[in-house]
Each structure stands twice: as structure tokens, then as C-alpha cells.
């Protein structure tokens, strides 16, 4: 196992005061997986599901958000799929954030915390990775082998170009 540093920046405290209870929505469903298989899915499932979400028209969008008695003003009216892609890691790190375990014990557990936008989340999946070539070995069939995985890293590099080029 591997220690977790925690978060220098909260996701929490430098998000809107508006976005909090939705990130806190997806850290409790995804911390009621009993396993990190379980939650490894659930991550995924729900950020991809948000992905399409956004891919929708901004009217469709403002439209399904009305029907959920949410105001049609909480809709992102401009934000497309690119813009989505962009806040990924965001997510990501908000729902670790509200996990707040303190050690990385597993292949899927390290895959989700590579996705974070902490730098600390980040260096405790590479070093659970580096500390036995068994634990890289094992992400690395993940990442090849698991599809929602995948689609979910595809949907990111994105984020990661566009961080990487500044």
C-alpha cells in the first residue's frame, strides 16, 4: 500500500458555491461502491454519462434540466463537450476528495487516481505503480483491456494536451 498525501487545494474550496453539492453528489455515489472494482465502474459510468450529457445540444440540455425540476438556468448554455472535457480531472479529484482515503492499495484504485487534477493523487498512483512491477503491469492491462476505462482516458486527453502545451 501506498500513502495519499492529501490535497495541497481542495476542489471543494476553489469551487462555486453553486458546484459543491454536485461534486459532493459524486463522491457519496461513488463511495458507496463496496470495492474499488465497484467504484473503479461507477467513476466511470458517471463521468461518461455526464460527457454525453454535455454532447447534447445546449437546448436539449436546458430541457432535460427543466424536466429534473433543476431551473433551465443551471444548464450550461454554452459549455459543449469540449469545455466538459476540460473540468474531467476536476471531477475526478473532487470525487477522491470526498473518498479521503489515505492509501492506494489497488490497480483500479490507482487508474482513477491518475485522472485527478491534484498533483498528490497523481504521485500516489505512480508510486503504488513503481513499487512493485506487479502494480504497473496490472494498470497497464487495466488501461488496455478495460473499455469505460479507456473511452474515459480518450475523453481526457484533452485536458492533458491542452495543460501539457502552456
Known amino acids: 500500500m501506498t500513502s495519499i ?3 495541497a487545494r481542495s476542489v471543494f474550496e476553489t469551487s462555486p458555491e453553486k458546484l459543491r453539492p454536485f461534486l459532493e453528489g459524486l ?3 461513488v463511495s458507496g461502491g463496496s470495492n474499488w472494482m465497484v467504484r473503479k465502474k461507477t467513476v466511470c459510468d458517471l463521468l461518461l454519462g455526464l460527457d454525453a450529457f454535455f454532447a ?7 430541457a432535460l434540466m427543466a424536466d429534473d425540476g433543476v431551473p433551465s438556468d443551471a444548464a450550461d ?5 469540449e469545455d466538459f472535457r476540460k473540468v474531467l480531472p476536476l471531477y475526478v479529484g473532487a ?14 484504485q490507482a487508474a482513477i487516481y491518475l485522472l485527478s487534477i491534484h498533483p498528490e493523487h497523481q504521485a500516489a498512483a505512480e508510486a503504488w505503480m513503481l513499487a512493485d512491477p506487479r502494480n504497473g503491469k496490472s494498470v497497464r492491462r487495466l488501461m488496455r483491456d478495460d473499455r469505460r476505462y479507456r473511452q474515459l482516458m480518450d475523453r481526457m486527453a484533452d485536458h492533458w494536451r491542452s495543460s501539457q502545451s502552456r
Open 95 to 108: 470525487i477522491l476528495e470526498g473518498l479521503k482515503e489515505t492509501a492506494i492499495a489497488s490497480p483500479e
Open 77 to 81: 448554455a454554452e459549455g459543449g463537450p
Open 5 to 7: 498525501e492529501p490535497p
Open 56 to 62: 447534447l445540444p445546449a437546448a436539449e440540455r436546458r
Open 27 to 29: 463522491a457519496a455515489r
